[in-house]
């Protein structure tokens, strides 16, 4: 089987991915830090997938330890690069945190991939690339605007740093802009584990409707939208997490027709904070307990994907709608009460 490494494997999106790497026939083998995770999502993937990934506890950051890793295992054919800090208010006050680790580990890689015989990467960017779009939806030809966060801007600095590397480096790269990614895989074995009080909406939402957190705030209804409170195109997480298998696969393939592509990876459709609230009581039958506040700083207004590359290029399509990421993301939140990140949960 292709091994395939997948940097923050242990993380939201990442151990997703993983799911659908063994799927697909692949043998992922998992790096993480853990900074942001829990080793524990290893043996949840085992009882998905029936088979244990590889996994090594390792900071990017340290590229010895990362050039001794690729030693170690020269026959990746693959790489899919998550690990990143991604939360946005933590890089507004803590900005050096997020350049020294979401740089240092990218250059990290990409220097060490130079050892390898197959040189593919498929790299974790966001939408927060675009800041808030002229026009919508918003395709990857609209202008990179200046981030509003030292998060944001690392998304934008890597791309330019892939970019600039790819043809000298021989490597053949895809960035997929990811949109919101919500819910969790249908066993509800895995999910997003937020440490701490979630800067997300959704894991808020279920944290509120399980009861651990009071009140779900609403940032703002005095927006120019239908209902007055913010849109995005909020993205199954299983379904992101196949775009990653898709692109790893085009490349594998030979596919891909320039060294860096670039793919919106969304589903098209946009949905604002009340319509997920109403989703979420729909679906679940919870009532939950909210109220409107003043706009969160930064908050882009409105956005979501033109989906036309990644549809008729990747032959890639979002499939699950809200109601089931809602529902999926509430099955998760069920399972964590039961204990089951705990030690001998
Ligand atoms: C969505 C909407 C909030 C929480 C960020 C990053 C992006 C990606 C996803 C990493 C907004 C509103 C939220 C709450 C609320 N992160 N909201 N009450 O900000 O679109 O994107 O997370 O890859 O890169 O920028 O996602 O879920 O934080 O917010 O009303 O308690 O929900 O105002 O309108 P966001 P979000």
């Not at 002229?134 to 330019?160: C, F, R």
């Not at 490597?171 to 802009?177: E, G, H, K, Q, V």
Request: net charge negative; charged share 20%; proline share 4%.
């Amino acid at each position: 089987m292709r091994k395939i490494l997948v940097t923050g494997g242990t993380g939201y999106i990442g151990s997703h991915t993983v799911v659908e790497l063994q799927k697909s026939g692949f043998e992922p083998v998992i790096i993480d830090n853990l900074s942001n995770s829990n080793a524990k999502i290893v043996d949840l993937i085992a009882r998905i997938t029936g088979r244990k990934p590889l996994f090594e506890k390792l900071d990017m950051c340290d590229l010895p330890a990362l050039q001794s890793f690729f030693e170690k295992h020269d026959d990746i054919a693959g790489v899919i690069h998550f690990a990143a800090y991604k939360a946005v208010g933590e890089s507004v006050n803590n900005p050096l945190k997020y350049y020294r680790n979401n740089i240092v580990s990218l250059l990290n890689l990409l220097q060490c991939m130079e050892m390898l015989q197959h040189k593919n990467l498929v790299f974790s960017s966001s939408c927060t690339v675009y800041g808030q779009p002229d026009n919508l939806p918003v395709t990857e030809l609209a202008p990179v605007k200046p981030a509003i966060s030292p998060y944001g801007n690392t998304k934008q600095i890597a791309e330019e740093i892939i970019r600039d590397t790819v043809s000298q480096q021989d490597i053949m790269a895809i960035s997929l802009r990811y949109f919101n990614p919500i819910g969790a895989h249908e066993s509800g074995l895995i999910g997003e584990l937020p440490l701490g009080v979630p800067d997300n909406l959704v894991p808020y939402i279920t944290q509120t409707a399980i009861g651990k957190r009071e009140k779900l705030t609403v940032f703002g209804n005095d927006y120019d939208t239908h209902d007055g409170t913010c849109i995005r195109d909020y993205i199954y997480v299983s379904d992101l997490a196949k775009a990653h298998v898709v692109a790893l696969n085009r490349m594998l393939d030979e596919k891909n027709e320039q060294s860096h592509e670039i793919f919106n990876v969304g589903t098209g459709t946009g949905y604002s904070v009340l319509d997920a609230i109403n989703s979420f009581e729909k679906t679940t039958g919870v009532n939950l307990n909210w109220a409107f506040s003043d706009r969160r700083p930064g908050d882009v207004e409105q956005v979501w994907a033109d989906t036309t590359l990644a549809n008729l290029k990747l032959g890639w399509k979002a499939e699950k709608d809200l109601d089931v990421m809602m529902a999926t993301a509430w099955k998760w939140e069920q399972t964590l009460a039961t204990g089951i990140m705990e030690a001998g949960g």
